[in-house]
C-alpha cells in the first residue's frame, strides 16, 4: 500500500494524539518521516511506518498560530503550548486577570496611569495647549505620563526629558504626539511619522514609542517591551518579524500577537491589552 504524501504548508492532525491539535508540515516527506509543528505539542518528528497524520483542510486547519508559525533557528525550542502558558500565569494568579494579587501588582497602576493620561493629554487638554502654543507644558504632562508607571527603562526616561529640553524639540514632540493619538490618518501613518520624531531627538525606543498609544487606547493597543514581546512570541512560535529599528511591521505583528491572545484566553476575560501585556510577562519560565 502507497504511503501518503506530505508537502510543506500542509495541515495536519495526529490519529493518535488529539490532544497535539492541529499541525504544520515543516519539510515535505523525506523517506519514511515527516516533521510536524503541533500546536499543543510543538515541533515532533514521525514515522509513517507508525502513524499517517490526517491532512485537514477548510477553516478546520486554520490556526493563528500555524499562520504566523515562527521556529527559531538552531538551538533548542523554547515553544511551550497556550495551555501551559496559561497554567503557569494561573499558578501566580489563580483567579486569573480578577486575582487580587494581579490586581494590586500589575493592573491597577496601570490603569491609574491610563486615567492619568486622559486627564493631561486627553485630546481638548492637548488641542487647547497647541492652540496656546505652551509645548513646554504638553512635555511636562507627557513625562509625568511616562513617569506613572515602570514599563519604561528608567535611562529611557531620562533620555526623554534630556531630549524635551530643547525648545525647537518641544515643539515637534508636541505636534506629534497630538497626531499620534488624535490624528486622522492611517494609525500606520501617525507610529511612522511619531517615530521619526523620537528617532530626531535622539530617543527612539520601542517602548518610548508604543507606550502612549497603550496608556491612552489600552483597548486597542499593545506595548512593546522588546526582550518580554520577542520571549513570549518565541514560547508561542508566532512570527513577530521583529527588528530593533523602529517600524510599522513589526508594531503590526505584535498587535496580531496580541490579538491572538486575547481571542484564545476568552476564558479569562480579559479586559483590554493591559492584561493581554501582563500574560505575556507572566508566562515566561525564569520571569
Known sequence: MKKMDYKKGERVKHPGMPEWGLGKVLEDRRDDKVCIFFTGEGRKTLSLKH???????????????????????GGESKYQ????????????????????????????GKVAAHELALSLIGPEQLEALLGQKNYEEICKRAIKVVNATKLIFPN????????????????????????????????????????????????GK???????????????????????????????????????????RTYQSVLDFSEYFRSELKDLRPRDMIDIQSFMWGIGPNK
Do not use: C
Open 156 to 203: 529611557e526616561k531620562l533620555a526623554l526629558r534630556n531630549g524635551l529640553k530643547d525648545s525647537k524639540n518641544m515643539e515637534l514632540f508636541s505636534k506629534n504626539l497630538y497626531h499620534l493619538l488624535y490624528g486622522k490618518e492611517d494609525v500606520a501613518e501617525r507610529f511612522i511619522s511619531f517615530a521619526k520624531t523620537l528617532e530626531g531627538i535622539k530617543v
Open 51 to 73: 502513524v499517517e497524520p490526517l491532512k485537514i483542510s477548510g477553516a478546520e486547519a486554520i490556526h493563528p498560530v500555524l499562520d504566523h508559525l515562527w521556529i527559531k533557528e
Open 81 to 108: 503550548s497556550l495551555q501551559t502558558s496559561k497554567e503557569l500565569f494561573l499558578k501566580d494568579y489563580p483567579d486569573g486577570f480578577y486575582d487580587q494579587a494581579y490586581l494590586d501588582g500589575e493592573r491597577n
Open 206 to 248: 520601542w517602548t518610548t514609542l508604543s507606550y502612549f498609544l497603550f496608556i491612552v487606547f489600552p483597548e486597542k493597543y499593545i506595548f512593546l517591551k522588546p526582550i518580554v514581546t520577542q520571549l513570549a512570541a518565541e514560547l508561542s512560535a508566532f512570527e513577530i518579524h521583529y527588528r530593533p529599528d523602529l517600524n510599522w
